[in-house]
């Protein structure tokens, strides 16, 4: 019989340092890059071995369908991601996914804003909305982290940059500029993932200014697909949602206040 | 070749799903084929909903995990309502796991839960992750016996006693449960446990304690079901760590008649078949022809 859902064991073709401890793997799993969305995620097995045992949870970043082949970015944070990076070109990972529901890809105006590692999965959704003219504003803690840069600059017409110790762009944090770009722009909607603060800073912003607003939200998970109930969290409806199968990406007001 | 009956509950394979790691079953549709599981164990639920425990609510250890979810559930009614009927389709045993905070609750859960579509019960008296009932059942042989008589006077499905590993003697548990009345026991549930981030200082689980499971409780798991299941004569169902088809012949050969597959699903989402496959490779490697061959027949004779 055959289930859409799977666990393919996908061939590394490149991984590559592209900031400080962030690294860009890039793989060959044509069945996920015929599939997958923007928002969505697969559950990585970083080691074939019982420690570390867990799945990792990795946005899918890049997508090239007619290439067959998907990249993740990804942070060095502890175990599995160090293992990650150890990971050589013709070394084989295997892969769940893809996982979870992604952005909505309605917009003719969208405004993506990232914060951090959150900017992963923003890659995508810019590739996808193309030729759509996207704009981004996207935030770190100095000009170091901003690599990002170079990635966004040919999906996106318009770039915003905070850092926190303004050694580029904007001194503060993305919420602090977005009331401005969002006055200015005319934008139809709001994108946006990153750390929880800076996710109800946005969506509280896109509400005022009456633009629909998405934000992908993360957590703990352990199967990924919703049946340990790990990840769950309330929904403003007073029904409970889990983030990797009912998200991670939701609609603002169903999870955010 | 697979086929078991355990307490009238047929089964194509020995191999079940644990309670809390395969949802309802059908989440891990779209990668397993449910009709080839030996019986789904569901999701621990209680007579009403329950969101859970707060703060963070898994940690990995090694060749393991600590879980502290605090049994979310949707409650018995939605399981009957939403759930149950979206089952139907699939042509496989579905075990309710069933927990209360007093004995009458499990009871009223009993009555409530016994109809077309439930193959059997399976009570929860040893769930580590709540405040009330849970564990305090598992521990205290007359409590665990009162849930257990209070359970079999409301239901006439076949009644699975889910046992706690956290006990100094589980064979006195095992005997008592078999004494009021269970028709087989399963084990085991987790083992409490804790882990500390040393940045902080702090619980790294929002409930502080959790239960232990996956590969690195195999061995006491075994122990236990080898211990039980040389003194009761209701079946045994064993769990704890199996990932491989390996680890469940080890605990048929300890005697246990059917095995659970529980945190393997998160790292294998097949694994609940892949074992069932590798336990019928076994037996033909072996020159068997049935898996009950199997059960209990470890030479723990010291000669
Ligand atoms: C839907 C989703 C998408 C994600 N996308 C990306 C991405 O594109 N790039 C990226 O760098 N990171 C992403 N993350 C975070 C990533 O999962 C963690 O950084 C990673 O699991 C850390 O693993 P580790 O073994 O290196 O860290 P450890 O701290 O050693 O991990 C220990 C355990 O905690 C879990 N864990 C630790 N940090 C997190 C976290 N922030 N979120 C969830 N689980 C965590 C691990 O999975 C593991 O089970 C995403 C998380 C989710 C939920
Ligand atoms: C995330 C998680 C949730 C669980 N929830 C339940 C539950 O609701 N009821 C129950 O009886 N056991 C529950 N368990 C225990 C398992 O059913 C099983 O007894 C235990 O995990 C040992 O088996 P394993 O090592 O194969 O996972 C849970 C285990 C995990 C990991
Ligand atoms: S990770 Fe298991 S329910 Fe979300």
Known sequence: ?257 | MLAVNIAGIKMKTPVMTASGTFGFGPEYSEFVDLNRLGAIVVKGTTLLSRTGNFGRRIAETPAGMLNSIGLENPGADEFLTMTLPKLAKYDVPIIVNISGNTVEEYGKMATKLSVSGVAGLELNISCPNVKQGGIAFGTDPASAAAVVCEVKKNTSIPVIVKLSPNVTDIVAMAKTVEEAGADAVSLINTLLGMAIDTASWRPVLGNIVGGLSGPAVKPVALRMVWQVAKAVKVPVIGMGGIMTAQDAVEFLLAGASAVAVGTANFVNPYASVDVAEGIKDYLRVRGLSDVRQLVGRVNDNIV
């Not at chain 1, 405004?111 to 704009?135: E, F, K, S």
């Open chain 1, 1 to 257: 019989m055959a289930l859409p859902k799977m666990v393919v064991r996908s061939k590394v073709l490149a991984n590559e340092l592209i900031g400080p401890l962030v690294w860009r793997l890039t793989l060959s799993a044509p069945q996920i890059a015929a599939v997958a969305k923007p928002g969505q995620f697969v559950h990585v097995r970083v080691m074939d071995s019982l420690a570390p045992l867990l799945r990792r949870p990795i946005s899918i970043a890049e997508v090239y369908a007619a290439e067959g082949t998907i990249s993740l970015i990804y942070r060095v944070v502890g175990q599995g991601s160090a293992i990650m990076a150890e990971a050589k070109p013709g070394s084989e990972l295997d892969l769940m996914g893809p996982l979870g529901n992604g952005f909505s890809l309605e917009a003719e105006r969208p405004l993506l804003v990232g914060g951090g590692i959150g900017l992963a999965p923003l890659v995508y959704l810019a590739q996808a909305l193309c030729p759509r003219p996207v704009t981004i504003l996207m935030g770190g803690r100095t000009k170091e982290e901003m690599y990002w840069q170079d990635i966004f600059k040919n999906l996106c017409q318009n770039i915003y940059i905070t850092t926190d110790d303004g050694s580029l762009g904007q001194q503060g944090f993305t919420v602090d500029a977005l009331d401005d770009i969002l006055a200015k722009g005319n934008f139809d909607f709001v994108y946006s993932c990153g750390p929880r603060p800076m996710l109800a800073g946005v969506a509280r912003l896109a509400k005022l200014h009456n633009v629909l607003c998405q934000v992908s939200l993360e957590d703990y998970m352990a199967c990924g697909v919703g049946a340990c109930l790990s990840c769950t969290c309330a929904g403003n409806d007073g029904k409970r949602r889990k983030i990797c199968s009912d998200g991670p990406v939701f609609m603002a007001g169903e999870v955010l206040d």
